[in-house]
């Protein structure tokens, strides 16, 4: 019986890296035989089999040894997920992606739960970072056209949008980037090709909210690191792509003039029509998901069209979930980016700079998140339900280890 349990809790270890992996990859379409493999069916499925793990350590040990020990999980993410829950009170109708929040937030607690090793911990941070070159050349492989800069074809293959892409490389991308800066050898080589291969694709995706939240991690890492060269070296080379290709200046310029873009000018409509709903629901909103937003703009607008979002995640929690829920998300943030500083203050050399590489990932997740709503999408929330995992992780490890230093 012990045996069991042991192996099973190494088998949920390898499928939770399974699913970090098929995030670098994309989804596997295996319709040969029926289905599909991604990230995120492997993390649901991975759930119940983890359930099924600690019920047996439970049967097996007692109550006392499933696990989450003090300090046990951090108050941020269970204050957001109670709201996010209270906000679909009295009913839970609508609740399709409320279901998709809890799976995320059951992923969290997986990898807070099992990857407390160090080597473990490392094996995920490295599979995050980067696998997602795998992604971009299997885009480009698909779809080599997307190279030429003239046409704009956007890069989104095998992700089921190009602004999904880029949010992934967004925050991806400044972890590869703390590897390359941080580490050595092979390593090093992996992370330079890696982060060579998502920043064109980044590119190509078109996505302006992304390249928004990588320039913004990107600065941010130089000024934290204070090492300017690498940075200089991306811009330059983001600036030379810019000024050969029409269709990326043109996307630029529309970020300086909004209101020529007709995209712009719908999602702002969007985001108004987000904010007046959460102003007349200004505590708990109308309850979270899309579902939910919808009914809450029929009260306001009967022929309203269909809003399938607000695409901005900060007037999408405010509508959904009131101020109760955005301010706790705003907690959460805050304190997620506040515990990456202090974990790099605890250590030195490659440890510390990759500290900051995870820190500037969630400088890009909050900025990307003006022009879109990364909850709603499987792969970003599990790379974004994961990354705070590893962020919580890390912190406990490194008070036990000061406080043991004390001692």
Same mark, same amino acid.
């Given at each position: 019986m012990d045996k069991i349990i042991a192996w099973w809790g190494k088998t949920v270890f390898v @499928?939770?890296?399974?699913?970090?992996?098929?995030?670098?990859?994309?989804?596997?379409?295996?319709?040969?035989?029926?289905?599909?493999v991604s990230a995120w069916s492997v993390s649901r499925t991975t759930f119940f089999f983890w359930l099924l793990w600690k019920l047996g350590i439970a049967v097996r040990y007692g109550g006392s040894q499933v696990g989450f020990r003090e300090p046990a999980i951090p108050i941020p993410p269970i204050i957001f997920f109670t709201f996010v829950t209270l906000s679909l009170l009295p009913d839970f109708h609508q609740a399709a992606d409320y279901?998709?929040?809890?799976?995320?937030?059951?992923?969290?607690?997986?990898?807070?739960?099992?990857?407390?090793?160090?080597?473990?911990?490392?094996?995920?941070?490295?599979?995050?970072?980067?696998?997602?070159?795998l992604l971009a050349v299997r885009g480009i492989l698909y779809d080599p056209l997307v190279l030429e800069l003239g046409q704009m074809r956007r890069f989104g293959y095998p992700l089921p949008h190009p602004n999904i892409a880029g949010y992934l490389f967004a925050m991806t991308l400044p972890i590869c980037l703390a590897l390359a800066v941080g580490e050595t050898g092979r390593l090093r080589v992996t992370s330079?090709?890696?982060?060579g291969a998502q920043l064109l694709a980044l590119t190509?995706?078109?996505?302006?909210?992304?390249?928004?939240?990588?320039?913004?991690?990107?600065?941010?890492?130089?000024v934290m690191l204070k090492r300017w060269k690498e940075i200089w070296v991306i811009l330059t080379l983001v600036g030379l792509l810019v000024s050969f290709a029409i269709p990326l200046q043109q996307?630029?310029?529309?970020?300086?003039?909004?209101?020529?873009?007709?995209?712009?000018?719908?999602?702002?409509?969007?985001?108004?029509?987000?904010?007046?709903?959460?102003?007349?629901?200004?505590?708990?909103?109308?309850?979270?998901?899309?579902?939910?937003?919808?009914?809450?703009?029929?009260?306001l607008q009967p022929n309203v069209g269909h809003i399938a979002h607000t695409h901005n995640m900060y007037v999408e929690l405010f509508a959904e979930t009131g101020l109760l829920g955005l301010g706790s998300f705003l907690w959460l943030l805050v304190h997620a980016f506040s515990q990456s500083l202090r974990n790099a203050n605890r250590l030195?050399?490659?440890?510390?700079?990759?500290?900051?590489?995870?820190?500037?990932?969630?400088?890009? @997740?909050?900025?990307?998140?003006?022009?879109?709503?990364?909850? @709603? +999408? +499987?792969?970003?929330?599990?790379?974004? @339900?994961?990354?705070?995992?590893l962020t919580h992780i890390h912190n406990r490890r490194s008070s036990f280890a000061s406080n043991a230093a004390r001692d």
């Open positions: @499928f939770l890296c399974v699913s970090i992996v098929l995030l670098g990859t994309g989804p596997l379409d295996l319709s040969s035989f029926g289905f599909s279901r998709y929040f809890f799976l995320g937030a059951m992923h969290y607690l997986m990898i807070f739960d099992g990857c407390s090793e160090p080597k473990r911990w490392k094996l995920i941070v490295c599979l995050l970072a980067l696998l997602p070159g330079l090709i890696s982060g190509v995706t078109y996505s302006r909210g992304s390249w928004l939240g990588f320039c913004a991690a990107i600065f941010s890492f130089g996307r630029v310029l529309s970020l300086l003039k909004p209101q020529t873009d007709f995209s712009i000018n719908e999602r702002i409509e969007a985001m108004d029509a987000g904010l007046r709903v959460g102003v007349r629901h200004p505590v708990l909103g109308v309850g979270y998901g899309r579902g939910r937003l919808r009914e809450g703009l029929k009260e030195e050399s490659a440890g510390r700079i990759l500290e900051l590489g995870i820190a500037a990932a969630w400088i890009a @997740f909050a900025v990307t998140g003006l022009g879109d709503m990364p909850l @709603f +999408h +499987h792969e970003i929330r599990i790379v974004f @339900f994961t990354l705070l995992a």
